[in-house]
């Protein structure tokens, strides 16, 4: 029998409705719609409105999503892995509450913090459960509501990021299809550019805290960008290189969102034109770990079995990679 390989068989996703557009932020912050055009690609962002809703109710929508279009039951999912650094609490696991409010009562879950790589994370990680024999339907969630940390009076990090959710169904093949190659990789030091200061167990919350207003992201932009840029166009040409991979061969780079100047440089760096790079930028923003699987759910309709992607993201930790996925399925 050939090898396991965990095939990505179905994808679902959900942003809100709301519309955060550049001309909205003009109006809040002092930045300027040609400012964030041309710095970042981005023209709108998802913004999810409503007393009492968080992460896992974005997830819910994209999971029944998922389970619908695969004519699938909620207790037929064996693992269900939430990637988020925007869970509804500290504690449980985001993933667990989407477990039960989906009704995926057979299922063990847990969450994964990787931030912006979270998606690539997962997808690893669940491909092992697959190739192992261990489980048969693992469903990746990448989820954030990342205006729930967000500073709406910091024009440095108001502007970059949304909220949105995105899930893939991972079942077993003999086939030569699926993930077949992925590299993660993490610089824990990298910490001090990109982080949350206060809610962890360093510096519980408190009424300093709040003051400060140290319960949003922090972001020294220029440094990450730095990082971002060179680190994750050089594991896409890594994976590339280690697999014989040409330009020619890849149908498809799918990059993380966090600005179109990364992707664009990513892509010249592997030898793909435009044509080639899903790029939702411009109306989500920076979802974090969701960025990834709204490309898939939005360009689902126009990939075909046997489709060779590039899956690639750059976030805080530092945590980076890249995925070499085979499409297994032609889409209608
Ligand atoms: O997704 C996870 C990882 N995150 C990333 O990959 C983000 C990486 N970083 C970036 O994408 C970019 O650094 C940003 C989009 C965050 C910022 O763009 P930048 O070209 O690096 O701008 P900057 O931070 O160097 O700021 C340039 C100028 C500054 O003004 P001065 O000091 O030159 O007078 C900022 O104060 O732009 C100013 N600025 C703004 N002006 C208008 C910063 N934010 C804004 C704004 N509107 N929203």
């Known amino acids: 029998m050939g090898k396991i390989h965990a095939a990505l068989t179905g994808i679902g996703g959900y942003v809100p409705e709301y519309r955060l557009t550049n001309q909205i932020l003009e109006s809040m912050v002092d930045?300027?719609?040609?400012?964030i055009t041309s710095r970042t690609?981005?023209?709108?962002r998802r913004i999810q409105k409503?007393?009492?809703?968080?992460?896992?109710?974005?997830?819910?929508?994209?999971?029944?999503?998922?389970?619908?279009?695969?004519?699938?039951?909620?207790?037929?999912?064996?693992?269900?892995?939430?990637?988020?650094?925007?869970?509804?609490m500290v504690f449980p696991a985001t993933a667990n509450i989407i477990t039960d409010k989906v009704g995926a009562?057979?299922?063990?879950?847990?969450?994964l913090m990787a931030a912006c790589s979270g998606f690539l994370?997962?997808?690893?990680?669940?491909?092992?459960?697959?190739?192992?024999?261990a489980c048969k339907k693992v469903v990746v969630v990448g989820a954030d509501k990342m205006s729930s940390i967000i500073d709406y009076e910091d024009r440095a990090t108001c502007v970059i990021f949304g909220d949105g959710c995105g899930a893939a169904l991972l079942e077993p093949t003999t086939e030569d299809y699926g993930i077949i190659d992925t590299?993660?990789?993490?610089?824990?030091?990298?910490?001090?550019?990109?982080?949350?200061?206060?809610?962890?167990?360093?510096?519980?919350?408190?009424?300093?805290?709040?003051?400060?207003?140290?319960?949003?992201?922090?972001?020294?932009?220029?440094a990450v960008f730095k990082f971002a840029v060179t680190n994750m166009a050089?594991?896409?040409?890594?994976?590339?290189?280690?697999?014989?991979?040409?330009?020619?061969?890849?149908?498809?780079?799918?990059?993380?969102?966090?600005?179109?100047?990364?992707?664009?440089?990513?892509?010249?760096?592997?030898?793909i034109g435009s044509e080639k790079v899903m790029l939702n930028i411009e109306k989500f923003g920076n979802t974090t770990s969701g960025t990834i699987p709204l490309c898939l759910w939005e360009w689902e309709n126009q990939l075909k079995k046997g489709d060779n992607l590039i899956l690639s993201a750059f976030?805080?930790?530092f945590t980076w990679g890249a995925i070499y996925l085979k499409w297994g399925y032609d889409s209608k």
């Open 183 to 222: 590299i993660m990789r993490t610089d824990g030091s990298g910490r001090v550019h990109l982080h949350q200061k206060a809610g962890g167990s360093v510096k519980p919350a408190s009424h300093a805290t709040v003051d400060a207003k140290e319960h949003f992201v922090y972001q020294e932009g220029q």
């Open 234 to 271: 050089e594991v896409s040409a890594e994976i590339m290189e280690k697999n014989n991979l040409t330009s020619e061969d890849v149908r498809f780079l799918v990059p993380h969102q966090a600005n179109k100047r990364i992707i664009d440089a990513t892509a010249k760096r592997m030898g």
């Open 121 to 133: 994370y997962g997808l690893t990680t669940a491909s092992k459960y697959i190739e192992s024999g």
């Open 41 to 44: 690609g981005i023209k709108e």
């Open 50 to 88: 409503g007393e009492g809703l968080g992460t896992s109710d974005m997830a819910v929508h994209a999971v029944n999503e998922l389970l619908q279009k695969r004519g699938i039951q909620a207790d037929e999912i064996d693992l269900l892995i939430c990637c988020t650094v925007t869970p509804d």
């Open 105 to 111: 009562k057979n299922a063990f879950s847990f969450d």
């Open 31 to 35: 930045t300027t719609d040609e400012w």
């Open 315 to 317: 976030g805080g930790g």
